[in-house]
């Protein structure tokens, strides 16, 4: 599957982003997806989890409480509600799509990637 990401950019402190990830290629609905991010000089992290039928969902405890992973199989998106953005989660975010396998917090375990998008949060 072929995944487009977007919905990054500038924000202040407190505010809210909604990224998109956009499939095209494979039948979205066989994939469960994932976000990830990547700060500078940092590993590639965990951020959000969501199954193929979006019944099981999982986020990062750095996130936890602010961010939310939803999707819409209809229309091949899935997406991540961020709020109370912090500097801290200034990073490349990239979706990801998994058939199975490996645990879902592994960066390895996803088959698919998007290309990223640049969120940054000043103070």
């Known amino acids: 599957v072929q995944l487009q990401a977007s919905g990054g950019g500038l924000a202040q402190a407190g505010a809210s982003l909604r990224l998109s990830c956009v499939a095209s290629?494979?039948?979205?609905?066989?994939?469960?997806m994932g976000w990830f991010r990547q700060a500078p000089g940092k590993d590639r992290e965990f951020v959000a989890y969501?199954?193929?039928?979006?019944?099981?969902?999982d986020v990062a405890d750095s996130v936890k409480g602010r961010f939310t992973i939803s999707r819409d199989n209809a229309k091949n998106t899935v997406y991540l509600q961020m709020n109370n953005l912090k500097p801290e989660d200034t990073a490349v975010y990239y979706c990801a799509g998994r058939l199975g396998g490996r645990s879902y917090i592994d960066v390895s375990a996803y088959d698919s990637w998007g290309q990223g998008t640049q969120v940054t949060v000043s103070s």
């Open positions: 969501i199954s193929w039928s979006g019944g099981s969902l």
């Open positions: 290629g494979r039948t979205f609905s066989d994939y469960a």
